[in-house]
Each structure stands twice: as C-alpha cells, then as structure tokens.
C-alpha cells in the first residue's frame, strides 16, 4: 500500500495528498515543512499550524539526541507534546551535521530507533550527502555506502512510522537516476533528493533541474519526493513542475535573522526597502522604516512571519497552478525573477518529453507568454503524435487561411504546434492564445511540425501557406513542399 496518491498532474508537477498513520493526518501536496530549532522558535511550532496551517514540519533529531537538557524529554513526552504541534512530524538523522562537520556519533539502527522512541512520524536513515562536484568514484562509493544504510533501515523495527529513502550521488546524473532507482527498490516511504543545497545556494539552477530530472527518472511515479533544503519561495515552481512534493525551510527563519526578506522574485535586503512589496498582515501593518528600528528579536520575529507567509503562500499559488493546469505559465512568469532562475526553465524544458509523459492531456488554455512556450511538453507532444492521422489524399493544403477545395485535404496551421488537422480546431492545445507578435522561435518550431508531417507522407504532395514566416523558419520546410504568403496570393 503506497501512503502517496496523485489527484491530477500539470507537466511533472502533481497534487497530491500523503497519508502519515503513525500521525493520523493526510498531508496535502506540495507543502512545505518549516525546520523547527528544538532549541531555538522563531516563531512556535503552534503558531506555524494556527496561523500558517502547517500540516508537517520537519526537525533534526541528531540535535535532540545529542541534547542533554532534552534527550529525556523527547522520549518521555514525545515530540508532538515537545513541540506542541499535532501535525506530521519529519525528523533528520543528522546527516547535515555529517556533511557539515565530517563525523557523527550514531548509526542509522540507533538514530531510526531514537526517532521512532520520541514519537517522529517520519524518520531518516544516516545517510552519506555526497557534494556536487565531487569524482565519480567517490559518489560511487558514497551512493553505495548509502543504499547498504536504507537496506538495513528496512530492518529496523519502526512500526507505523514512515521512512525515507535519501537519494544521493552528487552532479552525476546516471548515478542519481541508479541511486533512486535502487532507493525505490528498498520500499521505503519518502524520498528525500539530497545534497542539492550547495547547488541552490550558487544559484546553478540548471545542474538542479539535471539532478532532479535524474533523480525522477530513477523513481518514476513514486513518492512523495522531497527535494531536501529547498526552502526559498522563488524556486518552488520550477521544482514542483519536476514532480517535487516535499520543500523544507529553515530560510524563513535564517534568513530573518540576517535582516533578509524572501519575496517570489528573490531575495531583499530590509535596509534597501523603502516599501514593503507584499500584502501578508505584517507588511500591511508596517513601515520597513518602523521594523528597521524595533528590537533584534521583534524585527527577527516579524520578518520570519513575513517569510513564512510569502512561501505559504506560493505553496498555494503553485497547488492552484496544477490544479489549473497552468503550472508552466507560472514557471515561465518566475523564471524572469533572475537569470539564473531563466536558466533552470530552458534546462527544464529539455526534458519536455519526461514532463510530457504525466501532462494532462486536456486542459483549460495555452498561454504562449515567451519564446520558451515553444518548447512546452504540449508543443512536443502534438508534434509526435501526427503520425495517428491519415491524409485523404495526394494533395494537401496546410494553411493559417481558409481550406480550398482545389486539395483533397486542408489542415491548419498554427505557430507554435505546426500543422494540425481543422477538427482538433477546438482542442487543447490548439486553442492556445498566441500573442499576434509572436516570436520567431514559435514559427521554427512550427516549421519542424510540418517538417515531420512532411517526413511521414513521402507519397503525398504538400502546399504550405503562411502568414508572412521569417526567413529562418521557411529554410526549415522541406524543399518539396511548394510555399506561399497568405497575403501575397491573388
Ligand atoms: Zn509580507
């Protein structure tokens, strides 16, 4: 029984909902789960549930067993009473700190057993975060020495709790792709993608997309898939649409402490805002001049609310994305955030055929909104698909005019999809609003389509009319095929 069910997808992206039984609750995602210090709140687990309507959280047990002062608690009252928050409960094993500072004192029996004695909901191994970058053999070697660690994590008597399975092997994407595949094949409950913070932090979104797409195609449709350190708001549209579940953020909290302000677009500094860009409750009831001047810990506090609520929020605008089927257009609008971000959308669209294996076949409207559109899943998709249809005749019309009946046959044609028959007129997504302007890249791209519908009839004579293409995307339409300007006819 998988305690992860898909309700609808957009490209890669899902919906979806996680069943936790040791906590009782159903978790929708994508979500976020805040990382909560146990020894340092920002802002209280119980208010991150009544204010925020967090569902899970995550936090790291590693700190909590090597604690002292509240070793004894967590396993006497357990972490939801600890903590005082009745949602799921993730906990870490401590792999950051071995990533970090190179040692850690637990074995993952010992660390799996802790988490399940202090009442976690969702427990990890001690697995091994191989950097990026790093040779071949060593993440080899480490990825190896991880997957022995999830096998014998199987082992462990865990009872309801669930488990994760971290899917390492650095910037090697064969590695991924076999780390998750083999991590899948434990049958463990959720897969945490690891060691892609230093990525996120060199804002080498690219590499991010390669890894992630890797990394899913080693999973395929399992999940929840939990892109471990992702906390930034600017991101999560780019990786939900890689079919990421999971994101976790300490950023809300660390990057308050540092005077930063996270909006969808990036990061701010406080001093370098005159006005608050956003319309959560603490920035309508306050002047960036009056959070300037208040204590370090209000003025830590409230822009952690401010963070909070600005990632809840995309949270929220990226659920109602996919469930719109929209989710693409979103990440075409946030990838104009920074360079960086444009980056990591040409490099998803480069594995527009393993998103289009999910898309939804049918949804509202294509919006063509830049000169990446053309690249979409959708594009691809009615482009491989030509070869279903038969053609009635010798001779075939294609054109963005009228039919003329000196053809056996007309089809439409429209940038950026290329030739189509005139009954799917009315279909997603040839229904697409294009802008009147559009770019060239659409009408290449259009020009390929009739290209392979071209390839695909060899017998059959084709007469394409357009409306004034580029020179670029005519040189792309086979030499047989006889051309005409729409407007340059009688
Ligand atoms: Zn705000």
């Given at each position: 029984?998988?305690?992860?069910?898909?309700?609808?997808?957009?490209?890669?992206?899902?919906?979806?909902?996680?069943?936790?039984?040791?906590?009782?609750?159903?978790?929708?995602?994508?979500?976020?789960?805040p990382?909560v210090?146990?020894?340092?709140q920002t802002v209280a687990p119980s208010t991150l549930?009544?204010e925020f309507?967090a569902?899970?959280?995550?936090?790291?047990?590693?700190?909590?067993?090597?604690?002292?002062?509240?070793?004894?608690?967590?396993?006497?009252?357990?972490?939801?009473?600890?903590?005082?928050?009745?949602?799921?409960?993730?906990?870490?094993?401590?792999?950051?700190?071995?990533?970090?500072?190179?040692?850690?004192?637990?074995?993952?029996?010992?660390?799996?057993?802790?988490?399940?004695?202090?009442?976690?909901?969702?427990?990890?191994?001690?697995?091994?975060?191989?950097?990026?970058?790093?040779?071949?053999?060593?993440?080899?070697?480490?990825?190896?020495?991880?997957?022995?660690?999830?096998?014998?994590?199987?082992?462990?008597?865990?009872?309801?709790?669930?488990?994760?399975?971290?899917?390492?092997?650095?910037?090697?994407?064969?590695?991924?792709?076999?780390?998750?595949?083999?991590?899948?094949?434990?049958?463990?409950?959720?897969?945490?993608?690891?060691?892609?913070?230093?990525?996120?932090?060199?804002?080498?979104?690219?590499?991010?997309?390669?890894?992630?797409?890797?990394?899913?195609?080693?999973?395929?449709?399992?999940?929840?898939?939990?892109?471990?350190?992702?906390?930034?708001?600017?991101?999560?549209?780019?990786?939900?649409?890689?079919?990421?579940?999971?994101?976790?953020?300490?950023?809300y909290a660390?990057?308050a402490?540092?005077?930063?302000?996270?909006?969808?677009?990036?990061?701010?500094?406080?001093?370098?805002?005159?006005?608050?860009?956003?319309?959560?409750?603490?920035?309508?009831?306050?002047?960036?001049?009056?959070?300037?001047?208040?204590?370090?810990?209000?003025?830590e506090e409230?822009?952690a609310r401010?963070n909070l609520?600005?990632?809840?929020?995309?949270?929220?605008?990226?659920?109602?994305?996919?469930?719109?089927?929209?989710?693409?257009?979103?990440?075409?609008?946030?990838?104009?955030?920074?360079?960086?971000?444009?980056?990591?959308?040409?490099?998803?669209?480069?594995?527009?055929?393993?998103?289009?294996?999910?898309?939804?076949?049918?949804?509202?409207?294509?919006?063509?909104?830049?000169?990446?559109?053309?690249?979409?899943?959708?594009?691809?998709?009615?482009?491989?698909?030509?070869?279903?249809?038969?053609?009635?005749?010798?001779?075939?019309?294609?054109?963005?005019?009228?039919?003329?009946?000196?053809?056996?046959?007309?089809?439409?044609?429209?940038?950026?999809?290329?030739?189509?028959?005139?009954?799917?007129?009315?279909?997603?997504?040839?229904?697409?609003?294009?802008?009147?302007?559009?770019?060239?890249?659409?009408?290449?791209?259009?020009?390929?389509?009739?290209?392979?519908?071209?390839?695909?009839?060899?017998?059959?004579?084709?007469?394409?009319?357009?409306?004034?293409?580029?020179?670029?995307?005519?040189?792309?339409?086979?030499?047989?095929?006889?051309?005409?300007?729409?407007?340059?006819?009688?």
């Amino acid at each position: 029984m998988s305690n992860f069910e898909v309700r609808t997808y957009d490209a890669a992206g899902r919906l979806g909902e996680l069943t936790v039984p040791r906590a009782g609750v159903t978790v929708e995602t994508p979500t976020l789960m805040p990382v909560v210090n146990p020894h340092v709140q920002t802002v209280a687990p119980s208010t991150l549930e009544s204010e925020f309507g967090a569902e899970i959280l995550i936090t790291n047990s590693y700190i909590l067993h090597g604690s002292d002062e509240l070793r004894e608690p967590a396993v006497e009252r357990g972490l939801h009473d600890l903590l005082d928050f009745s949602g799921a409960i993730m906990t870490d094993s401590g792999s950051f700190q071995l990533a970090e500072y190179g040692e850690i004192d637990v074995t993952t029996e010992e660390i799996l057993t802790f988490q399940y004695d202090i009442g976690s909901d969702i427990g990890t191994p001690v697995d091994i975060p191989t950097p990026p970058d790093v040779a071949r053999e060593q993440a080899v070697d480490e990825q190896e020495t991880t997957q022995e660690r999830l096998e014998r994590a199987t082992e462990v008597d865990t009872g309801e709790m669930l488990v994760t399975a971290p899917v390492q092997g650095s910037t090697h994407p064969d590695l991924r792709e076999r780390a998750a595949r083999e991590a899948a094949g434990t049958g463990l409950d959720v897969f945490p993608l690891g060691a892609v913070v230093p990525l996120m932090n060199e804002y080498r979104y690219d590499d991010l997309v390669d890894v992630v797409a890797a990394c899913k195609r080693g999973l395929g449709e399992r999940g929840p898939v939990h892109l471990f350190g992702a906390g930034h708001p600017m991101m999560f549209a780019l990786a939900a649409a890689l079919g990421c579940d999971l994101f976790d953020s300490a950023a809300y909290a660390l990057y308050a402490r540092d005077d930063r302000y996270l909006t969808v677009r990036g990061t701010e500094q406080l001093d370098d805002l005159a006005y608050f860009p956003c319309e959560c409750p603490v920035c309508t009831a306050h002047e960036p001049d009056a959070v300037r001047s208040m204590a370090d810990d209000d003025r830590e506090e409230l822009l952690a609310r401010h963070n909070l609520h600005v990632t809840y929020g995309e949270i929220r605008t990226v659920r109602q994305a996919i469930r719109g089927g929209n989710l693409l257009e979103l990440v075409d609008a946030r990838a104009r955030g920074h360079p960086t971000m444009l980056d990591g959308y040409r490099t998803l669209l480069d594995h527009a055929a393993q998103l289009e294996r999910t898309d939804r076949v049918s949804k509202d409207a294509f919006f063509h909104t830049s000169t990446e559109s053309a690249r979409r899943p959708e594009v691809l998709r009615h482009q491989q698909r030509l070869d279903r249809f038969e053609l009635a005749g010798d001779e075939v019309l294609l054109t963005e005019g009228g039919s003329n009946s000196d053809y056996d046959e007309t089809w439409g044609v429209v940038p950026p999809f290329g030739p189509y028959p005139r009954g799917l007129s009315e279909t997603y997504p040839l229904t697409a609003e294009v802008p009147d302007r559009t770019d060239r890249r659409a009408y290449e791209v259009a020009a390929d389509g009739v290209a392979r519908l071209v390839d695909l009839h060899p017998d059959v004579s084709f007469t394409l009319v357009h409306d004034d293409w580029p020179a670029t995307a005519l040189e792309r339409v086979p030499d047989r095929v006889r051309l005409r300007d729409l407007h340059a006819r009688e």
